[in-house]
């Protein structure tokens, strides 16, 4: 075969065969296809989209580019369970998760990713727990689902490595936002790393990558239609990110949200969404007969303390300090300068530009615009204001956690053009806005 006949079918708009697209992974893997057929053969598939079948292809051969866990020599007594964000502002969502349903007898090997853009990364919160490594050798990761239920690390080169490179390319190309190709390269790493079943929560508001509803359905319908079509168990909730989720934004500011969230202190939004994944894991897991009753088991390991004795045992089994939970605000480093931010009028948070306040925690050095950039875990805000919150002289918009003066200045600005105030506001609306079942997706 040769690549640009490949290219050259896609671009007018003919579907591939499971050979041809073999073809492609392969080369794009081995590096024997260079950058600009990567480029070319990206954007004539964000140009002419991919059938299911076509998608179902690129999504099998990029989970066997490389290594694919398995655990079922570890004999567990529960079912290998994922959740995977498309990504938010104040999304600490996994944190929490994870040990929520590990306390419920299931096992969660969770591969997460870093901050790019507006979006927070999972991995970078956790790098402000003193000790934690988020890049274990194999023989860790395993004890580590085997003995606690969860492991929450970054990807290893050897899952699914034809995608890393695939996506590289598409980053600097402009073909990022395309359906197909967003699909498989979520479906590659959640495969390869051995799951029974996945959840996905399909952000869409102002502080997603799916602005629109619409685009936030598409998304979900192709990856729900595609990991089923692959062999792995899948739903997805689409959910709301029309402001920020939690009241806290930055890596160490999320991480102490996560510790009162566990230990009870819990924003109501944030709650909503993480039981609703969570009972929706235990479904599709057989931990629950239905939705009910996952959000029953979810919520007593909550109110019980089982979930918080997970996350800290996780923290201590993947180096962390063992007595975190009990001392995180002497571990967890703080910003030398914390500032109210008031709004310039007196009146009701009426909306949030979601996108700017996670702008603005990267201007504040707490996120990248270059992979190489440094993370600064201690900046932020926290205490952000809700729509519907009365804010004041009395009552700031959000807590400023910044390097300097100068810093915390210029966050001052930037979150009263993010945070409206006037008169009234429109009552927030439901956290969970569509479910996409695994056997309705087409």
């Given at each position: 075969?040769?690549?640009q006949?490949?290219?050259?079918?896609?671009?007018?708009?003919?579907?591939?065969n499971?050979?041809?697209?073999?073809?492609?992974?392969?080369?794009?893997?081995d590096?024997?296809?260079?950058?600009?057929?990567?480029?070319?053969?990206?954007?004539?598939?964000?140009?002419?989209?991919?059938?299911?079948?076509?998608r179902?292809?690129?999504?099998?051969?990029?989970?066997h580019?490389?290594?694919?866990?398995?655990?079922?020599?570890l004999?567990?007594?529960?079912?290998v369970?994922?959740k995977?964000?498309?990504?938010?502002?104040?999304?600490?969502?996994?944190l929490?998760?994870?040990?929520i349903?590990?306390?419920?007898?299931?096992?969660?090997?969770?591969?997460?990713?870093r901050?790019l853009?507006?979006?927070?990364?999972?991995?970078d919160?956790?790098?402000s727990?003193?000790?934690?490594?988020t890049?274990?050798?194999?023989?860790?990761?395993?004890?580590?689902?085997?003995?606690?239920?969860?492991?929450i690390?970054?990807q290893?080169?050897s899952?699914?490595?034809?995608?890393?490179?695939?996506?590289?390319?598409?980053?600097?190309?402009?073909?990022?936002e395309?359906i197909?190709?967003i699909?498989?390269?979520?479906?590659?790493?959640?495969?390869?790393?051995?799951s029974?079943?996945?959840?996905?929560?399909?952000?869409t508001?102002s502080?997603a990558?799916?602005?629109?509803?619409e685009?936030?359905e598409e998304?979900?319908?192709s990856i729900v239609?595609?990991?089923n079509?692959?062999?792995?168990?899948?739903s997805?909730?689409i959910?709301?990110?029309?402001?920020?989720?939690?009241?806290h934004?930055?890596?160490?500011?999320e991480?102490?949200?996560?510790?009162?969230?566990?230990?009870?202190?819990?924003?109501?939004?944030?709650?909503?969404?993480?039981i609703?994944?969570?009972a929706?894991m235990l479904?599709?897991?057989?931990l629950?007969?239905?939705?009910?009753?996952?959000?029953?088991?979810?919520?007593a390991?909550?109110e019980?303390?089982?979930?918080?004795e997970?996350?800290?045992?996780?923290?201590a089994?993947?180096?962390?300090?063992?007595?975190?939970?009990?001392r995180?605000?002497?571990?967890?480093?703080?910003?030398?300068?914390?500032?109210?931010?008031?709004a310039?009028a007196?009146?009701?948070?009426?909306?949030?530009?979601?996108?700017?306040v996670?702008?603005?925690?990267?201007?504040?050095?707490?996120?990248?615009?270059?992979?190489?950039d440094?993370?600064?875990?201690?900046?932020?805000?926290?205490?952000?204001?809700?729509?519907?919150?009365r804010v004041?002289?009395?009552?700031?918009?959000a807590?400023?956690?910044?390097?300097?003066?100068?810093?915390?200045?210029?966050?001052?600005?930037?979150?009263?053009?993010?945070i409206?105030?006037?008169?009234?506001a429109?009552e927030?609306?439901a956290?969970?806005?569509k479910?996409?079942?695994?056997?309705?997706a087409?």
């Open positions: 075969m040769i690549p006949e490949i290219i050259r079918k896609k671009r007018d708009g003919y579907a591939l499971a050979g041809e697209i073999a073809f492609m992974v392969q080369g794009i893997g590096g024997s296809i260079s950058e600009a057929q990567i480029a070319a053969f990206a954007m004539a598939v964000y140009f002419q989209g991919m059938t299911l079948d076509e179902i292809a690129l999504t099998r051969k990029m989970t580019s490389g290594d694919v866990l398995e655990w079922t020599s004999e567990l007594s529960g079912p369970l994922d995977h964000s498309t990504g938010g502002v104040g999304d600490k969502v996994s929490v998760l994870a040990p349903v590990a306390a419920c007898g299931g096992y969660v090997p969770m591969i997460s990713g901050g853009g507006h979006t927070g990364g999972t991995l919160k956790l790098d727990i003193p000790g934690y490594t890049t274990p050798d194999n023989s860790l990761f395993r004890s580590t689902v085997r003995d606690v239920g969860c492991a690390i970054g290893t080169a899952l699914a490595p034809a995608d890393k490179r695939f996506y590289s390319v598409r980053d600097v190309t402009a073909t990022v395309s197909p190709l699909t498989a390269s979520i479906l590659s790493k959640k495969l390869a790393a051995g029974e079943a996945l959840v996905l929560d399909v952000k508001g502080g990558f799916a602005a629109s509803l685009m936030a998304l979900a319908d239609a595609v990991a079509g692959a062999g792995l168990r899948t997805a909730l959910t709301d990110m029309d402001q920020v989720l939690g009241t934004v930055g890596n160490a500011l991480v102490a949200e996560t510790v009162d969230f566990l230990i009870g202190r819990r924003n109501a939004r944030l709650e909503d969404v993480v609703a994944l969570a929706e479904r599709l897991g057989g629950a007969e239905d939705g009910g009753a996952g959000r029953a088991k979810a919520l390991v909550l019980s303390g089982q979930a918080a997970c996350f800290a045992r996780m923290v089994a993947l180096g962390g300090p063992w007595d975190f939970m009990e995180s605000d002497e571990y967890l480093a703080q910003a030398p300068v914390i500032k109210p931010c008031f310039v007196e009146g009701v948070v009426t909306s949030v530009d979601t996108r700017r996670g702008v603005a925690v990267i201007d504040l050095g707490g996120g990248r615009q270059r992979t190489s440094s993370v600064d875990h201690r900046v932020g805000f926290s205490d952000v204001c809700g729509i519907g919150a004041g002289p009395d009552a700031p918009i807590m400023v956690h910044a390097a300097s003066e100068e810093k915390a200045a210029q966050a001052h600005q930037a979150l009263r053009h993010a409206a105030v006037g008169g009234t429109d927030p609306g956290m969970v806005l479910t996409v079942p695994e056997a309705t087409t």
